[in-house]
C-alpha cells in the first residue's frame, strides 16, 4: 500500500472549539494526527506550511447555501459557488433544494447528487425536501443522503409549494421515524400576504416597504408555530434564517424543556440594518427582511452567549440585472443576498474585534455546531485526533477591503459588504488535508470534493449528533 502523505502546520494559533492554545497540527493523509508544541516533530514530514502569525481555525459549515443548479446556472453553479466557498473558508456546503426543477422527487434528489459531484470544489450535502407533493418521497431522498428537509410556511416557489399545518406536522413525525432534521423557512404566510396587499394598494415600492412587508411578527408567530408542531411530532427542529432576537428567545425556551431545537442566523443579519437596506435597495432585498439596530444588537447577545447555533450564508446568487429592477420597484427585486465568500471573514472580524468574541467560542459557531445539527461531527467540524483535516489559516491582523469584481469567485460578482475594511483574511484552505484554496487562487480540481451522507455503507441512517 502507498504511504499515506505527512503535513505539517506549523507555528500557528490554533483555534479548536475545545480551546486556543500554540501548537503544530499534524496530518496524515486526510485526517489530524495529532498536535504538538516540540518542533522535532517537523522532521521527515513530507510538507510543513508555516502558520507563523497565523490562527488555524476549524472550515466553516455552512448548512444554507443556494447555487441554483440545475436551472439558473447563469447566476450560479456548484463549481463556482464551492469556488466562492473556499476563497471565504467554508471546507462543507449544505445547498438547499429550490433549484429548477425544485428536488422534490427520490430521482431529482439522486441527479442533482450526481451532477453536484462532477463539479464541486469542496464537500456538500444536499438537503430534502418538505412539500405538501413530497412527502411520499422524503424516506427515499432521506436513504439517498439527506440527513433534513426544507420546508417553507410561506409561498415562495409555485413548484415547490409551502407546507400547510397539515402537511408540516406530517412531514416531521416522517421526519422523526427517521431520525432526520426539519428546516422550516419560518414566516406566517397569511399576514405577509395581507401586508403586500396594503403596501401594493398604497403604492409603496420603495426600500423600506420590502421590511414592512415582512415584520419580525412574521416571522416570530411561525417560528412559535413550527415550535409547537414540532413539540408535538417529536422532530428535531432547525429555524433558518432567524432575524429576530423573539424567535432566539423560543428557541431557548424550547431547549429549557427538552425539546430538540437549533436556530441558524445570516452574516446579513448580524452585520446589517434598515439603514444599509436604504442604502443598497434591491442588494439588501433579503426574506426575512433586514432589521433595526437594535434588534441586530439583540441578535449579537444570542450568537454570544451561544443561544444562536450557528452561522450560515443564504448564498443567493442572482444577475446584476436581476437585482437591478427593484431599483425601481424593490418588489420587482428577487430575494436573496450573495454572501458566500465574505460571509466568515466579515463575522469573524465583527465577533473577534470588536465583540471579544474568543476564538473557540467562534470555531463552535461555524464548524462544532453545525456539523452536530447535520449529522457529519466528529468527522467534520471538530479539531480531533482522526478527523478530517478540513482546516483554514487566518490573517487576523491585515486590513482588506471588500471589492466583489477582483475578489469573488461566484459568476456575477456582487455583495452588499462591497467597500467594507475587514480584519480577517482567509490565506489558505485546505480540505481533508489538500489546499483547495491559498493567497487569491482555487488550486482544487472540480469533482474533488465529495458527498457528505447520513448514511452508513449498509444504507442506515446514522444517529445525529446531540447539540
Known amino acids: 500500500m502507498a504511504k499515506e502523505r505527512t503535513l505539517a502546520i506549523a507555528n500557528g494559533i490554533v483555534g479548536a472549539p475545545y480551546g486556543v492554545f500554540r501548537s503544530h497540527v499534524m496530518i496524515l493523509g486526510e485526517r489530524i494526527a495529532g498536535f504538538s508544541d516540540d518542533d522535532s516533530v517537523l522532521t521527515g514530514v513530507d510538507q510543513v506550511i508555516d502558520a507563523a502569525g497565523l490562527v488555524v481555525l476549524p472550515g466553516s459549515i455552512d448548512l444554507h447555501g443556494h447555487f441554483e443548479d440545475p436551472g439558473h446556472t447563469e447566476r450560479e453553479d456548484f463549481h463556482t459557488g464551492t469556488k466562492a466557498a473556499a476563497g471565504g473558508g467554508v471546507t462543507s456546503v449544505f445547498e438547499h433544494p429550490l433549484t429548477y426543477p425544485p428536488t422534490t422527487t427520490v430521482q431529482l434528489y439522486q441527479q442533482k447528487r450526481a451532477m453536484a459531484s462532477k463539479k464541486v470544489v469542496i464537500d456538500f450535502g444536499l438537503w430534502g425536501a418538505l412539500t405538501p407533493i413530497s412527502l411520499e418521497e422524503m424516506e427515499g431522498q432521506w436513504r439517498q443522503g439527506a440527513p433534513g428537509f426544507k420546508a417553507f410556511m410561506a409561498d415562495s416557489e409555485p413548484a415547490y409549494p409551502r407546507a400547510d399545518d397539515g402537511a408540516?406536522?406530517?412531514?416531521?413525525?416522517?421526519?422523526?421515524?427517521?431520525?432526520?432534521?426539519?428546516?422550516?423557512?419560518?414566516?406566517?404566510?397569511?399576514?405577509?400576504?395581507?401586508?403586500?396587499?396594503?403596501?401594493?394598494?398604497?403604492?409603496?415600492?420603495?426600500?423600506?416597504?420590502?421590511?414592512?412587508?415582512?415584520?419580525?411578527?412574521?416571522?416570530?408567530?411561525?417560528?412559535?408555530?413550527?415550535?409547537y408542531l414540532a413539540r408535538h411530532a417529536g422532530a428535531r427542529l432547525q429555524v433558518v434564517h432567524s432575524s429576530s432576537p423573539a424567535t432566539a428567545e423560543l428557541v431557548k425556551q424550547a431547549r429549557a424543556v427538552g425539546q430538540k431545537a437549533t436556530i441558524e442566523v445570516c452574516c446579513h443579519h448580524l452585520l446589517l440594518d434598515l439603514d444599509d437596506l436604504e442604502r443598497l435597495g434591491p442588494f439588501g432585498r433579503c426574506a426575512p427582511a433586514l432589521r433595526e439596530r437594535a434588534l441586530v444588537e439583540k441578535m449579537w447577545d444570542h450568537v454570544l452567549d451561544e443561544t444562536i447555533d450557528c452561522l450560515v450564508s443564504d448564498h443567493c446568487a442572482y444577475t446584476l440585472e436581476e437585482k437591478q429592477r427593484g431599483y425601481e420597484d424593490i418588489f420587482a427585486a428577487p430575494n436573496g443576498c450573495q454572501v458566500m465568500q465574505e460571509m466568515v471573514p466579515v463575522v469573524l472580524d465583527e465577533a473577534f474585534h470588536r465583540r471579544g468574541m474568543r476564538l473557540d467560542a467562534f470555531a463552535r459557531f461555524i464548524a462544532e455546531r453545525p456539523a452536530r445539527i447535520a449529522g457529519v461531527y466528529p468527522e467534520k467540524g471538530s479539531m480531533l485526533v482522526g478527523s478530517h483535516a478540513d482546516l483554514v489559516l487566518w490573517d487576523l491582523e491585515g486590513t482588506w477591503v471588500i471589492d466583489p469584481p477582483s475578489q469573488q469567485f461566484s459568476k456575477n460578482p456582487w455583495s452588499p459588504f462591497e467597500g467594507r475594511k475587514c480584519r480577517a483574511r482567509v490565506v489558505r484552505t485546505l480540505v481533508r488535508g489538500e489546499t483547495v484554496y491559498v493567497d487569491g487562487e482555487i488550486t482544487a480540481n472540480a469533482g474533488s470534493g465529495r458527498f457528505l451522507s447520513v448514511q452508513d455503507e449498509h444504507g442506515l441512517g446514522r444517529p445525529a449528533a446531540t447539540t
Open 168 to 227: 408540516l406536522l406530517e412531514g416531521m413525525r416522517i421526519a422523526q421515524r427517521l431520525g432526520a432534521l426539519v428546516l422550516v423557512h419560518a414566516e406566517n404566510n397569511a399576514m405577509l400576504q395581507v401586508n403586500m396587499a396594503r403596501l401594493h394598494e398604497s403604492g409603496r415600492t420603495d426600500a423600506l416597504a420590502h421590511h414592512e412587508s415582512r415584520p419580525p411578527i412574521v416571522e416570530e408567530e411561525a417560528a412559535h408555530r413550527a415550535l
